[in-house]
Each structure stands twice: as C-alpha cells, then as structure tokens.
Nanobody, 114 residues
Framework: QVKLVESGGGLVQAGGSLKLSCGAS????????MGWYRRAPGKERELVAS???????NYADSVQGRFTISRDNAKNKAYLQMNSLQPVDTAVYYC????????WGQGTQVTVSP
C-alpha cells in the first residue's frame, strides 16, 4: 500500500520560510517522479514543482526562484523549501508520487499572513 505523508506546514509571516517534507512508503521511491501541488481557496489545483528520478526539475512560474524541490532517495523523502513566502502562497500543499500511477498525500496547510 502506497502512503505519502506530508509535514512542515504552518503559519508564517510574509517574507518567511517553511520547508515541507514528504515521506513515502510502498513505492520504489528512487524511480518515481515526486512533486508538490497546491490548492488555494476558490482556485484550481496548481502544480508547484516536480523532480524526476533523474533529478530533472520543473517549477511553476509563480514560485520560480523562491521555492526549491529536492529529494533524498536514501530516506524516501521529498522536500519543498519555500522562501520569501507571500499571502498568495496560502494553500493546502499536496505531495504526489508518480510511477505507473499517481499517488497523493493528505495535504498540509500553509498559511502566510501579511
């Protein structure tokens, strides 16, 4: 059974930083694409960042230069370092993994106050 568990969300002031973690089990982590989506209130789900098994990385334009995605295959974990956070970044952030099928975490709330 595949399980993805996010942690690291919370409340931060504008300009602050948070680091999200995603622990994975039940998948061959090293060959899976890992990534993060977010859903803000009243908005469509948005792909924030992804990292392939070969460490190819993609970012949404809205987070380019502020967010950094990484992975540690030895720990079966993916990370999202978020710097210079702004209120528009407020959303539920979901970790996902993809290998043949897509799997989702339960989400973690990130709230950025003005």
């Amino acid at each position: 059974q595949v399980k993805l568990v996010e942690s690291g969300g919370g409340l931060v002031q504008a300009g602050g930083s948070l680091k999200l973690s995603c622990g994975a089990s039940g998948i061959i982590f090293s060959i899976s694409v890992m990534g993060w989506y977010r859903r803000a209130p009243g908005k469509e789900r948005e792909l924030v960042a992804s990292i392939s098994s070969g460490y190819n990385i993609n970012y949404a334009d809205s987070v380019q230069g502020r967010f950094t995605i990484s992975r540690d295959n030895a720990k079966n974990k993916a990370y999202l370092q978020m710097n210079s956070l702004q209120p528009v970044d407020t959303a539920v952030y979901y970790c996902y993994a993809f290998y043949a099928s897509r799997y989702w975490g339960q989400g973690t709330q990130v709230t950025v106050s003005p």
